[in-house]
């Protein structure tokens, strides 16, 4: 785009409702704009890179996420106090919620993604299913009904046949979901659902779903542009899930044929296109013995953005800004083809060798090997905290090649060279996936960690000559790290005391 293109957006100040990662993004969209950024931040993200990025910032609350990031009234007096014209809700927090989407429009602030109307009718599962029957999509057999009692819930689960999944009409994020393989579980499960519904989605609503035991989760990318065209962006493979939420995805699916695609684009531009859907969104489906079924429709970018990005060569963050500025609009022959495969890997903070156990710290090193078809996107660098307040991904690793299988040789590659400092990360338990038979051949379910990777991953088997080495570390460690004296000169630390590296 030309210069003289972006000299009159409507957006010249953007806040961003968010943190980590997502915020660093859209502060590099913003700066290729030329848009002023201002960070809507908790008191616990004063040590991040995206508070050293923005061009302003405010603090808009305590570091428990009630307290900042979902606090919609904090968040709109931040942006007009920072004099934004404009608001983006990154992914988590306020992203999916009507009201705040409804809020900053009802304060002035432009909401970069789908109308508040669009966010109720898809963004509500329950909702959303019943567009999607209209519409004729092909949906998981279940039950949506308002009667709520755990009778009815029972009932309705023998009449679908088990197993039978129960969850939260608000849910998100994987929460608030319970299996239940018969009747004697049956009111427990239902129970406990409602339970954890309510308490962390503030409705106790449930819904019950036949569960799909051998199926693929693989969405569509949609984008609905400035003049209400919506297109499919090509689909996402996110099977590699634990509890219900994903580690690793990939663009394109290693299983769709031509056909299959086609019909399952189609689906999901006719339920964005029926909700009169503007801005990036993604229809999520289960695919099982070839045929596809609706899950949900995310209405916001998702984490695994990326990997469409690499695939086709657009910015997603840059098209939902020029879209909210009534900017964006597709041409006949744009984003018709994807080229070679990308794969994303989601970098969290915990124990690979303690079944992921959470690992929060201060970050000592960080190196990431930068290189052709190689991205990452981290919103932590040396020095930051990693605290237990909030999620614990700390970055995402994201490679492109010519072929899936290139693809997967170069994740495991750069996933080899990277060194994360301080705390311990889950990049060996990424590697053994990615090396895994059944993820190699793309064959896998929603089921292949449960399979697979349900006992933590073993820690490498060390060499004498290498337990040696290690011991000898043990006992410099018992030295004081600073020595004047040290060779590398005055103020020196040797990272082995201070820190340790996992991968
Ligand atoms: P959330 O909004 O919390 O992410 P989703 O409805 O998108 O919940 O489901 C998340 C994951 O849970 C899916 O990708 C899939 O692995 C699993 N899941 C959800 N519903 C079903 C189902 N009916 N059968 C099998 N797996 C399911």
């Not at 129970?191 to 969405?219: C, T």
């Not at 056909?259 to 964005?272: D, S, T």
């Not at 596809?292 to 990326?306: A, G, I, K, M």
């Not at 996933?415 to 990424?430: A, C, D, E, R």
Request: glycine residues 8%.
């Amino acid at each position: 785009m030309k210069k003289s293109d972006l000299s009159n957006l409507a957006i010249k100040r953007l806040a961003i409702a968010n943190r980590g990662e997502v915020a660093v993004r859209i502060i590099k969209a913003c700066e290729e704009l030329g848009i002023e950024t201002v960070l809507l931040h908790s008191d616990a993200d004063i040590n991040s890179r995206a508070y050293r990025m923005a061009d302003h910032k405010v603090c808009i609350g305590g570091s428990l996420p009630a307290e900042s990031y979902l606090n919609i009234k904090s968040n709109v007096h931040g942006a007009l106090a920072k004099n934004a014209d404009a608001i983006h809700p990154g992914f988590g927090f306020l992203s999916e919620n009507a009201d705040f989407a409804q809020a900053c429009t009802e304060a002035g602030l432009i909401f970069v993604g789908p109308s508040a109307d669009a966010i109720r009718s898809l963004g509500d599962k329950v909702h959303c299913k019943e567009l999607a029957k209209k519409c004729g999509i092909p949906l998981v057999p279940g039950y949506e009904g308002e009667d709520q009692s755990v009778e009815k819930l029972s009932q309705e689960a023998e009449r679908i046949g088990y197993p039978v999944i129960v969850k939260a009409a608000a849910g998100g994020g994987g929460r608030g979901m319970k299996l239940i393989t018969n009747l004697a579980d049956a009111r427990e499960r239902i129970e406990s659902a409602q339970r954890e519904s309510l308490s962390a989605f503030g409705s106790a609503k449930v819904f019950l779903e036949k569960y799909l035991d051998r199926a693929k989760h693989i969405e569509f990318q949609v984008f609905g542009d400035s003049v209400g065209k919506v297109r499919h962006l090509f689909e996402r493979e996110c099977s590699v899930q634990r509890r219900h939420q994903k580690i690793i995805e990939e663009a394109t699916s290693p299983s769709l044929t031509p056909e299959l695609r086609r019909k399952m684009g189609e689906a999901a531009i006719l339920i964005a296109q029926t909700a009169g859907y503007r801005s990036a969104g993604t229809v999520e489906f289960l695919f099982q013995d070839n045929e596809f079924y609706l899950l949900e429709v995310n209405t916001r970018l998702q984490v695994e953005h990326p990997v469409t990005e690499m695939v086709l060569g657009i910015d997603l963050v840059k098209a939902q800004i020029l879209n909210a500025c009534k900017n964006f609009i597709f041409s006949e022959d744009q984003y018709k083809s994807f080229q070679g495969h990308s794969i994303e890997c989601r970098v969290y903070a915990e124990n690979s060798y303690a079944g992921g156990m959470p690992s929060t710290g201060k970050l000592g090193h960080v190196y990431f090997p930068e290189g052709p078809g190689r991205r990452f996107e981290y919103g932590f660098e040396e020095g930051d905290v990693i605290t237990s307040f909030y999620d614990p991904m700390i970055a995402k690793v994201i490679v492109w090649d010519e072929s899936r299988p290139r693809a997967i040789q170069k994740m495991i590659e750069v996933l080899n060279q990277s060194i994360i400092f301080g705390v311990h990360t889950n990049i060996p338990y990424l590697k053994a996936i990615l090396s895994h038979p059944e993820f190699i051949a793309g064959t896998m379910t929603t089921q292949f960690i449960g399979k697979y990777f349900a006992e933590p991953i073993k820690p490498p088997t060390r060499s004498t000559e290498m337990n040696a080495f290690i011991e000898e570390i043990k006992k410099a460690m018992t030295k004081p790290p600073v020595s004047k004296t040290s060779s590398m000169g005055e103020g020196y630390q040797n990272p082995w005391t201070e820190y340790w590296r996992i991968c």
